[in-house]
């Protein structure tokens, strides 16, 4: 069970989400592509103003270029416009977005072209293996996004666009086995200003140096990191809260990875 702060921890956690800042050398702070990276975050309230297409198309030549292993381009994109995502699903984009692309770890395209003999069956190295190039391509339509002055958010559950869905959404979209839905970006224009940095653990925490092994957070630090997720989750979400969100997540968990083990193997979990 998650813990909430108390009033006094809950105004702590606020005061250090406020000052949280990225930690980039003053030799670096001027590289725009880095800046873009930095400033980018995940919005969710979009102006009534539509996407050019050019940009859009800008954004996917992103994805298409992005990197991946042997070059297998093992991703797929299903783009929307407000109209067709209203059409095939009934309701909006979430959020009000104007455009969005579902990104899709791909398996079965480089399988139809290499056969067998190649690619012997390993479903879940070729889940992973796809999984791993189609977040590459995310990140990228992302990054690209945010150069672009184009405001995003990546779904994994919001309005049924994500990995927690999949069944549903390989279903709609008519899916060949081998294809697997991960996420939705949606694109638009911010209707307001960016929100603060997430909470970040430090760079201590999640790097270590490899000859020395693997490294056991200092203590307390996840405990401040959650105490922050708690608190900035109810700020930015005045109607719902972090514990909330993760019931949310607990209800779907268990039925995402029986759809995704009958996806992959072709037959349910035991």
Partial sequence: MVKSPGLFGFIKALWRIARGRPQVPP?????????????????????NRPLPDDVFAAILEAGRTAPSTVN???WSFATFTADS???LFEHPIPFKAPR??????DAHR??????TDVLPRSPLIEYT??????????????????????SSVMLSETGRAGLLDM????????????????????????????????PRLPLQTVSFDGAQGYREPAPGIMCDWLEQMIAGYKVSHLSSSFEAQLRIYQN????AEADLHRMIFGETET
């Fill in 252 to 255: 779907k968990i268990g039925q």
């Fill in 100 to 105: 969005a692309v579902m990104i899709l770890a």
């Fill in 27 to 47: 030799s670096q702070r001027d590289n725009p592509l880095l800046n873009a990276l930095l400033r980018r975050r995940s919005v969710r309230s979009f102006a």
């Fill in 129 to 150: 293996l796809a999984v791993m190039n189609a977040s590459l391509a995310a990140m990228a339509m992302n990054v690209a996004a945010e150069a672009l002055g184009v």
């Fill in 72 to 74: 297998l381009q093992s």
């Fill in 85 to 87: 995502w209203r059409a």
């Fill in 167 to 198: 069944a549903y959404l390989a279903q709609k979209l008519r899916l060949p086995p081998g294809v697997f839905p991960l996420t939705t970006i949606v694109l638009g224009y911010t209707a307001g200003a960016y929100p603060p940095m997430p």
């Fill in 110 to 115: 480089d399988r139809l072209a290499l056969g």
